[in-house]
């Protein structure tokens, strides 16, 4: 008796092992399966971070042609008013300075 015990205890522990051997190689496919599905999500994102700031440095080259035009419209127009009212730009001038002037010396 204390055989045929030992023998359907080796069957079960064999089919256990079996069991547990093909649970843990399930696991390890799964582990290797959402390690290319990782790389695959990196690979996305970085092709997205890629394009958003491709996107964006286009967005800022677009702002600065258009600052930078404005600007010199803006001196333009002041190098205009000047010659057109030389007297009122020498005023203004001389109280803009005069005033930094004030300011700079209180401190």
Known sequence: MAQLDTTTRGRKNGHARTAVRARANDVLDDFSELRKDMSRLADAANKAARAEVKHAGQRLEGIGKN??????????????????????AMGISLGAGLLIGLLIARR
Not at 70 to 76: G, K, L, M, T
């Open 67 to 88: 600052l930078r035009s404005r600007a010199s419209e803006r001196a333009d127009y002041a190098v205009e008013k000047v010659r057109e009212h030389p007297g009122a």
